[in-house]
């Protein structure tokens, strides 16, 4: 040490303003600490001179986003969202991408599965499905466990699907003898599943369902809405048979919302080839994005619709971290399966009913019904007030009697952030102070 020249010390001071400059929660630290910096106009106009005026724009303090998408994204996630301009046809950008998709593959556990990122929410993946696979009047089972399964059926019958469900009490799945039931009343051109219905924490299990589905009749499509399971529920793609996997980005992949991501077999990409009736869609046919999801990953670029650059760069830097981070991706679904069960033993002894039991419930989200007595109004801006939001009730049938806690992605993933405890201290605090009673031990 003694022999360090005093100067070097400035670079690790430098690095260190520049890591605190780029935390995307600094304008808020400086707007609570140091108002008078942002409004005296003097200093605002210095910020803006040295180019720190960003310093400025966020005045709000930022609230731990705990519903089940989006979610929390890391800092380095968000400057890629934030990055400057670049060109969807720049070599740099075209190797992203490249990369993102292959990157894909490994988080779906998949060899030959064809992946699709276009510039969507989640539920283009749903409009794809049908353009792309659904020819008119061909018979869909739907295995409906909520809210998700009714809007993705209703956009399979908007392109002339016949969908027929199989449908379960709320907060339960569907048995393996009913689904049996419902395979041989006729053959399906699609089998559906929601693995994870977003609106009650329904966990479906894909891999027994394709099987019997798959058993049946080896030619049935099997699809699977993951937008709230994948790169947190264990979904093993080639391994499953599944024929269509989707996503979108902001859920837990861990980046901003913008993206549809979908996997595709290689079997339904031959179904898709075959297609006799025309795809009702622009752009949402595969006959565009195809020829351009293969010209990227061969990092030469390709022009349909422009790409989100600054999405996908976001979506590339998430996909990296989760590989770095679990060179093997069965860790990481291990680990949210972890934490779900801590969530759910700790909101268990408080006393409080969950919605799905917890052999049927899933590892990305919770849903919990509230005390005998209390509404929502009096719980969730108690717990907004302490920093925290989370969701309210979603399905139709029981929408005002339960909340959802979100736990994927980088809450699950970073102890040291301290998000789930912080959740769980928050909400005990804010049922206590709505007046709720708690047994003697809870946790
Ligand atoms: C969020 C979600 C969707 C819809 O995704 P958007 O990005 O909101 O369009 C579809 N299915 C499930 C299971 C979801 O959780």
Not at 85 to 104: I, Y
Not at 204 to 232: H, Y
Not at 239 to 259: C, I, R, Y
Not at 265 to 283: D, G, H, L, T
Request: glycine share 6%; aromatic share 6%.
């Amino acid at each position: 040490m003694a022999n360090i020249q005093p100067f070097l010390l400035i670079i690790p001071i430098l690095a260190l303003l520049t890591q605190f400059l780029k935390n995307p929660n600094t304008p808020a630290l400086i707007a609570k600490h140091f108002p008078q910096l942002c409004t005296n106009p003097h200093s605002a106009e210095l910020l803006q001179r040295i180019k720190l005026s960003k310093l400025c724009t966020m005045p709000e303090e930022h609230k731990q986003l705990m519903i089940p998408g989006p979610v929390e994204v890391h800092e380095d996630v968000l400057s890629a969202a934030g990055g400057l301009s670049m060109s969807h046809v720049d070599p740099v950008f075209v190797n992203q991408f490249g990369e993102a998709l292959e990157l894909l593959r490994k988080v779906l556990v998949t060899e030959t599965g064809q992946p699709f990122i276009v510039s969507a929410s989640g539920t283009l993946g749903w409009d794809m499905v049908a353009v792309n696979l659904v020819e008119p009047g061909e018979d869909i089972l739907v295995l409906n466990t909520g809210f998700f399964g009714d809007r993705f059926a209703e956009s399979l019958e908007v392109y002339g699907g016949r969908t027929t469900h199989v449908r379960a009490p709320v907060g339960s799945r569907p048995t393996m003898a009913a689904i049996q039931a419902a395979l041989n009343e006729k053959p399906y051109k699609m089998v559906t599943i929601t693995h994870v219905d977003t609106s009650t924490g329904v966990l479906m299990p894909v891999e027994a369902i394709s099987k019997m589905v798959k058993a049946k009749n080896p030619k049935t499509i099997v699809v699977v809405d993951g937008v709230c399971s994948i790169g947190g529920e264990t979904l093993l793609f080639d391994a499953w048979n599944v024929d269509v996997a989707m996503t979108a980005s902001q859920k837990a992949l861990g980046a901003p919302p913008g993206l549809s991501i979908m996997m595709v077999s290689q079997y339904a990409m031959s179904v898709f080839n075959e297609r006799k009736a025309p795809i009702p869609s622009y752009y949402g046919s595969w006959r565009k994005w195809l020829p351009v999801m293969k010209a990227y990953e061969a990092r030469t670029p390709a022009y349909f619709a422009t790409p989100a650059v600054q999405l996908i760069q976001a979506l590339h830097v998430s996909l990296k971290q989760i590989l770095t981070q679990t060179p093997d991706i069965m860790d990481r679904f291990a680990k949210h399966e972890a934490v779900s069960d801590h969530v759910k033993r700790v909101v268990a002894s408080w006393g409080l009913r969950m919605v799905p039991a917890i052999e049927e419930a899933a590892h990305t989200m919770t849903g919990v019904y509230l005390p005998e007595g209390m509404a929502l109004p009096q719980l969730l801006p108690k717990v907004s007030a302490k920093g925290v939001v989370l969701a309210g009730g979603l399905h139709p049938d029981i929408a005002p009697k339960y909340f959802r806690i979100g736990h994927m992605g980088l809450s699950v993933m970073e102890d040291h952030r301290g998000h789930i405890d912080n959740v769980l201290k928050v909400v005990k605090e804010a049922l206590g102070e709505a007046g709720y009673t708690f047994p003697q031990d809870a946790l």
